[in-house]
């Protein structure tokens, strides 16, 4: 066939006369000797093709018949027997077992393919992107077959894509087919054809097989041919000509958006979906070049899949290592900064422990000693003739000599006054030289509870009753003006009083008081000093802090010790402005909801409640004689945080604190050392900022580190895959060189000849 030979074009009604002649009958056009007919598989453009059996051997064919024996079937005979001679030892394209040249009419018989054309599989629904793939690498390689043989298909689409019994690919209908070397056009069929190929003087190029084998690719991968639309399908079947038919479908390709379906379908990747776009590029110049072209990139991408586990295991591996590890060793610096805590705390407790119970100790030493100085001063006889003689007179006289005279100078005072102003100026002078706090008061009650002198001087005091006071009667009840007994036996040992709300300062005050004798015997009076609890335990603070004892992230309460709950007597925020302008019993409504922690009463009681009880008379025996309680609360909650005051809020954080008793039992009273936890733990919050700063930046250098080492491998990987002899060759774009030079062999993927 020379290179000047034209394709035969036949109109659409010549085509429909052949292919109505082509059905007509439901015998075979002839009989063929050695050869019995069984059925007929299918009906084509120009002839039908029948299922026979090889007498001589049993096996299966395909026989195609043309019927007629000159003219265009004639032509489209010896073209495809040429090429199918030509490709005989291809194992991916349908062998020729023999040919009728002057039969009636010719034909020629192939093997036959037992599972069909693709485009009967297609029916079904796509075949998966994977299956997909392995067809389209078979008729890859059946297309380089072809090509390295000068053979260009120019017709490729489903129904010339035969699967044999075990699925593997066989080319067939080489009908339409051109030598690499003829420039006669050749017609494919819509939606497969290259748009430069739908041209009556086109020139056959490798590249519209590449066309080919990228709308099978989309219509594998999509359940549709690119570019298949609805109206434009009724354009064509409206076409007058073929050449307007040719020229509306090159049209439609040229101007339509590039098809994206693929892009979409599950399982497609980029590369993939890369391929496919380069194959069905409308520009010839920018398509692949050949199938050969096709393949490598196929073969590429299934190298880079099968190389993919290992990189991801080579990323997701350092991954889930860093991955367990940080867990580890966050929950390792958790621990270890639990136990720094831990440690922290039980070291600062262990302080405040020390500090509360060294704070109780000379609380309870100061008010001792207070109390048998008290003691002495009533038990010298000087002064217990002077108050045997002023005791005698009638009070309302002592009393009104008190207030008139209470401001002379000393000497010139009544010498009763004297003796009792001489030891309250002595006891200040020995507080002033110890640095300790002055007391609050002196004074001086009958035995009726009445108030005689008093020590600094206060005029609604005097001559006022206070039998009902704990520190006159002794009896260790709470009474009150109004309902104490109306005549009440002044005390008959010395005694510290309960803590009492002052009416002049709105602070907690005790009273230390010892009974005055006559020679005889007989209590005639009663002899107190008072003092604020918290202005002496602050002052003996100081003594065991030194500048501590203003820190703001530590506070020395004093609280009294109940049966089964605790109150506050003093803190750093009762102060007497706190209470300016209000009474007593506003000031005492406050206090009452000033209670410690239950939980730090209960575990008291229960340490008083470990050691084995004695006589409760004798107060020697008692379960709290002697003995130090000290207790600490990690959480704890200071009393005056909860008040829904605003300067009581900034004690409303955590703390810590540790609780101490005092040795006496007539002393039932708690000093509290607390820290705030914030502060206290600080220096550990500061330690695990730093640590997780570190850990994250190590993380991060980490992750970079990898992702730099794994970026220098992929591009080392890339690189040499561009340096690969199959890469090379994809580099040409000149079509009847790839037709003629892609002599290489398919790759190795289970085809069966």
Same mark, same amino acid.
């Given at each position: 066939?020379?290179?000047?030979?034209?394709?035969?074009?036949?109109?659409?009604?010549?085509?429909?006369?052949?292919?109505?002649?082509?059905?007509?009958?439901?015998?075979?056009?002839?009989?063929?000797? *050695?050869?019995?007919?069984?059925?007929?598989?299918?009906?084509?453009?120009?002839?039908?093709?029948?299922?026979?059996?090889?007498?001589?051997? *049993?096996?299966?064919?395909?026989?195609?018949?043309?019927?007629h024996?000159?003219?265009?079937?004639?032509?489209?005979?010896?073209?495809?027997?040429?090429?199918?001679?030509?490709?005989?030892?291809?194992? =991916?394209?349908?062998?020729?077992?023999?040919v009728?040249?002057?039969?009636?009419?010719p034909?020629?018989?192939?093997?036959?393919?037992?599972?069909?054309?693709?485009?009967?599989?297609?029916?079904?629904?796509?075949?998966?992107?994977?299956?997909?793939?392995?067809i389209?690498?078979?008729?890859c390689?059946?297309?380089?077959?072809a090509?390295?043989?000068?053979?260009?298909?120019?017709?490729?689409?489903?129904?010339?894509?035969?699967?044999?019994?075990?699925?593997?690919v066989?080319?067939?209908?080489?009908?339409?087919?051109?030598?690499?070397?003829?420039?006669?056009?050749?017609?494919?069929?819509?939606?497969?054809?290259?748009?430069?190929?739908?041209?009556?003087?086109?020139?056959?190029?490798?590249?519209?097989?590449?066309?080919?084998?990228?709308?099978?690719?989309?219509?594998?991968?999509?359940?549709?041919?690119p570019?298949?639309?609805?109206?434009?399908?009724?354009?064509?079947?409206?076409?007058?000509?073929?050449?307007?038919?040719?020229?509306i479908?090159?049209e439609?390709?040229?101007?339509?958006?590039?098809?994206?379906?693929?892009?979409?379908?599950?399982?497609?990747?980029?590369?993939?979906?890369?391929?496919?776009?380069?194959?069905?590029?409308?520009?010839?110049?920018?398509?692949?070049? =050949?199938?050969?072209?096709?393949?490598?990139?196929?073969?590429?991408?299934?190298?880079?899949?099968?190389?993919?586990?290992?990189?991801?295991?080579g990323?997701? *591996?350092?991954?889930?290592?860093?991955?367990?590890?940080?867990?580890?060793?966050?929950?390792?610096?958790?621990?270890?900064?639990?136990?720094?805590?831990?440690?922290?705390?039980?070291?600062?407790?262990?302080?405040?422990? $020390?500090?509360?119970g060294?704070?109780?100790?000379?609380?309870?030493k100061?008010?001792?000693s207070?109390?048998?100085?008290?003691?002495?001063?009533?038990?010298?006889?000087?002064?217990?003739?002077?108050?045997?003689?002023?005791?005698?007179?009638?009070?309302?006289?002592?009393?009104?000599?008190?207030?008139?005279?209470?401001?002379?100078?000393? =000497?010139?005072?009544?010498?009763?006054?004297?003796?009792?102003d001489?030891?309250?100026?002595?006891?200040?002078?020995?507080?002033?030289?110890?640095?300790?706090?002055?007391?609050?008061?002196?004074?001086?009650?009958?035995?009726?509870?009445?108030?005689?002198?008093?020590?600094?001087?206060?005029?609604?005091?005097?001559?006022?009753?206070?039998?009902?006071?704990?520190?006159?009667?002794?009896?260790?009840?709470?009474?009150?003006?109004?309902?104490?007994?109306?005549?009440?036996?002044?005390?008959?040992?010395?005694?510290?009083?309960?803590?009492?709300? /002052?009416?002049?300062?709105?602070?907690?005050?005790?009273?230390?008081?010892?009974?005055i004798?006559?020679?005889?015997?007989?209590?005639?009076?009663?002899?107190?000093?008072?003092?604020?609890?918290?202005?002496?335990?602050?002052?003996?603070?100081?003594?065991?802090?030194?500048?501590?004892?203003?820190?703001a992230?530590?506070?020395?309460?004093l609280?009294?010790?109940?049966?089964?709950?605790?109150?506050?007597?003093?803190?750093?925020?009762?102060?007497?402005?706190?209470?300016?302008?209000?009474?007593?019993?506003?000031?005492?409504?406050?206090?009452?909801?000033?209670?410690?922690p239950?939980?730090?009463?209960?575990?008291?009681?229960?340490? $008083?409640?470990?050691?084995?009880?004695?006589?409760?008379?004798?107060?020697?025996?008692?379960?709290?004689?002697?003995?130090?309680?000290?207790?600490?609360?990690?959480?704890?909650?200071?009393?005056?945080?909860t008040?829904?005051?605003?300067?009581?809020?900034?004690y /409303?954080?955590?703390?810590?604190?540790?609780?101490?008793?005092?040795?006496?039992?007539?002393?039932?009273?708690?000093?509290?050392?607390?820290?705030?936890?914030?502060?206290?733990?600080?220096?550990?919050?500061?330690?695990?900022?730093?640590?997780?700063?570190?850990?994250?930046?190590?993380?991060?250098?980490? $992750?970079?580190?990898?992702?730099?080492?794994?970026l220098?491998?992929?591009?080392?990987?890339?690189?040499?895959?561009?340096?690969?002899?199959?890469?090379?060759?994809?580099?040409?774009?000149?079509a009847?060189?790839?037709?003629?030079?892609?002599?290489?062999?398919?790759?190795?993927?289970?085809?069966? /000849?």
């Open positions: 066939m020379s290179g000047t030979d034209k394709t035969q074009i036949q109109d659409d009604d010549e085509r429909e006369r052949a292919r109505l002649l082509s059905l007509q009958g439901s015998e075979p056009p002839a009989e063929i000797a *050695g050869y019995s007919v069984i059925r007929r598989l299918g009906n084509g453009a120009y002839g039908t093709v029948w299922l026979a059996r090889e007498d001589r051997t *049993g096996r299966m064919v395909a026989i195609k018949y043309y019927p024996r000159r003219g265009l079937n004639w032509s489209l005979l010896n073209r495809e027997v040429e090429k199918l001679a030509t490709l005989y030892a291809s194992r =991916n394209i349908v062998r020729l077992l023999d009728g040249w002057n039969a009636e009419p034909y020629y018989v192939m093997e036959f393919v037992e599972n069909g054309s693709l485009g009967a599989y297609l029916a079904g629904g796509p075949p998966g992107v994977e299956e997909s793939v392995r389209i690498r078979q008729v390689g059946a297309l380089i077959e090509h390295g043989a000068g053979v260009l298909h120019c017709d490729l689409k489903p129904d010339n894509v035969l699967l044999d019994s075990r699925y593997q066989r080319l067939c209908d080489f009908g339409q087919s051109r030598m690499s070397h003829e420039q006669s056009p050749s017609l494919g069929t819509l939606y497969y054809m290259a748009p430069e190929q739908a041209g009556l003087d086109a020139v056959p190029d490798a590249r519209w097989d590449v066309y080919a084998v990228g709308a099978l690719l989309y219509h594998m991968l999509t359940g549709q041919a570019y298949r639309q609805h109206d434009i399908q009724k354009r064509l079947e409206a076409a007058s000509s073929l050449n307007e038919r040719l020229r479908y090159r439609h390709i040229q101007t339509s958006p590039e098809p994206r379906e693929h892009h979409s379908v599950r399982g497609v990747d980029r590369r993939l979906a890369r391929i496919v776009d380069q194959c069905l590029a409308v520009d010839p110049r920018k398509r692949l070049p =050949n199938a050969q072209a096709v393949l490598s990139l196929l073969a590429e991408r299934e190298q880079s899949r099968a190389r993919r586990p290992l990189l991801m295991l990323v997701i *591996g350092p991954l889930l290592l860093l991955g367990a590890m940080v867990p580890i060793f966050f929950g390792a610096m958790r621990r270890n900064i639990a136990e720094m805590q831990r440690q922290l705390i039980d070291g600062v407790q262990e302080r405040n422990s $020390l500090m509360a060294t704070q109780a100790n000379l609380l309870q100061e008010l001792e207070r109390l048998w100085e008290l003691e002495r001063i009533v038990a010298d006889r000087d002064f217990v003739e002077a108050m045997t003689q002023v005791m005698a007179r009638p009070s309302d006289d002592v009393v009104q000599e008190m207030l008139n005279q209470h401001e002379l100078p000393l =000497n010139e005072r009544p010498s009763w006054m004297q003796v009792l001489r030891a309250q100026e002595a006891a200040n002078r020995h507080n002033q030289n110890r640095g300790t706090s002055l007391d609050t008061s002196w004074f001086l009650n009958d035995a009726t509870g009445r108030q005689l002198w008093r020590r600094s001087f206060n005029a609604s005091t005097v001559g006022e009753n206070y039998h009902w006071r704990d520190y006159f009667n002794g009896l260790d009840v709470h009474y009150t003006r109004e309902s104490a007994p109306k005549k009440i036996e002044p005390l008959k040992t010395p005694r510290v009083s309960f803590p009492y709300i /002052s009416e002049a300062t709105n602070r907690y005050m005790v009273a230390l008081s010892v009974p004798r006559s020679a005889d015997g007989t209590i005639i009076g009663v002899f107190a000093r008072t003092l604020h609890l918290g202005e002496l335990q602050q002052t003996l603070g100081q003594t065991i802090q030194g500048d501590h004892s203003v820190s992230s530590r506070v020395i309460a609280a009294d010790r109940r049966e089964n709950e605790s109150q506050l007597l003093d803190h750093r925020w009762l102060t007497s402005e706190i209470f300016q302008g209000r009474t007593v019993d506003e000031v005492e409504q406050t206090f009452n909801k000033l209670k410690l239950e939980s730090i009463v209960k575990q008291i009681n229960a340490e $008083l409640n470990s050691v084995p009880k004695g006589n409760e008379a004798d107060p020697a025996t008692r379960p709290s004689a002697n003995r130090q309680i000290r207790i600490r609360d990690d959480d704890y909650v200071d009393p005056v945080g008040l829904d005051i605003a300067s009581a809020k900034e /409303s954080v955590d703390w810590m604190a540790a609780v101490s008793t005092m040795k006496s039992g007539s002393m039932p009273w708690l000093v509290i050392v607390q820290e705030k936890k914030k502060e206290v733990l600080a220096p550990v919050e500061v330690m695990t900022d730093r640590a997780q700063r570190q850990v994250l930046y190590a993380i991060a250098a980490s $992750l970079a580190t990898m992702a730099a080492v794994w220098f491998v992929w591009h080392a990987l890339d690189k040499a895959q561009q340096d690969s002899p199959d890469v090379r060759n994809r580099s040409t774009d000149s009847p060189d790839a037709a003629s030079g892609g002599n290489a062999p398919p790759p190795s993927d289970g085809n069966v /000849s």
